[in-house]
């Protein structure tokens, strides 16, 4: 994988570009794609944005989610622009399997893949050009890095700056994460001189829910969520009947895995959730607890240090009870 910045002498001769990312895209995967589609397109690229699946709806308000293709709603335009792409941008994901049914078509496809990213252990070889680097809060702050690096500051428009301030307020956590570091803040500086609205950004994200998604939570919090005070830990276990009694949509379940991290003392906060083809889990810690190694060693997952999910093929109940092996594994990290 060659350095991104050996990319930039190609930029100004226009290409067919397919951007995607990781499936059930959040606001880092739709936010760092708007913005290099908006980017590219400025260049006189022929941009085309691919999710491999849908996405929350509370992210349709960014510029350019109108045009993005939906690859299991939508496969056959999906693979006609994968088909012409000469180049395919991976955002926000580094290993193929994440983007679900569009993994053996990326995999196969003649063109250049060029990945930026931020966490851990990359599929190295399948990309022509690249950045790996998990010191960075988002993909958003690669992207912004990505434009601003190659000298193409004064394209950032305030639809690209919407974008990006999207992805890298909510990857930091709105700035709480140690990921917020002084560039992040330069960056949210930069994009304010460059039009952003971050008032507007934050209301679209988190002031634009359903009823039924307040109660989801509460009924939730109330039922579902134990706590394990000798281990430092809280399990939120969430049963498909729930999903289906609230008329949980995409989104509805976003961030909820980082609420019994308020709570005083608990140092590992795990969701799971019983979809209908599997069993996903996120995980969140505090300090010095790598659920990176912790979903990759027991739930076939990955991300960063101190967030990351997984997957179980087993019931509710057996992935559960996993877990619970799991955390007694790990008693003495847990203190």
Known sequence: ?????????HLTTPRNVVITTHQKPDADAMGSSLAMYHFLTSLGHSVTVVSPTNWAKWLDWMPGAANVIDYELQR??????????????????NVLVRTKHMANTLRVGLYDRILIDHHQQPEVPLFTWG?????????????????????YGDRITPAIADCLYA????????????????????????LKDRGLQHTQVHENIYDNFHENRLRFIGHILLHRMDLFYEYNTALIAIPKKDLLRYEVKTGDTEGLVNWPLSIQGIKLAALVIDRDEERKWSFRSKGDFDVNTFARTYFEGGGHFN?????????????????????????LQLQ
């Not at 994988?1 to 002498?9: A, C």
């Not at 992805?167 to 930069?190: E, K, L, Q």
Request: glycine letters at 10%; a negative charge; charged letters at 20%.
């Open 1 to 9: 994988m060659k350095p991104i910045q050996d990319i930039y002498p």
């Open 131 to 151: 950045i790996s680097d998990t010191g960075k809060s988002s993909t958003c702050e690669m992207v912004y890095d990505f434009i601003v690096g190659g000298g």
């Open 307 to 331: 967030a990351a999910g997984g997957r179980s093929s087993d019931s509710l109940d057996g992935t559960v009870q996993r877990f619970f092996e799991a955390m007694k594994e790990n008693a």
């Open 167 to 190: 992805g890298v307020m909510t990857d930091t956590g709105s700035f709480r994460f140690p990921s917020a570091s002084a560039a992040v803040h330069r960056m949210v500086a930069d």
């Open 76 to 93: 056959d335009r999906g693979e006609a622009a994968l088909q012409q792409a000469q180049w395919v941008f991976c955002l926000d994901f």
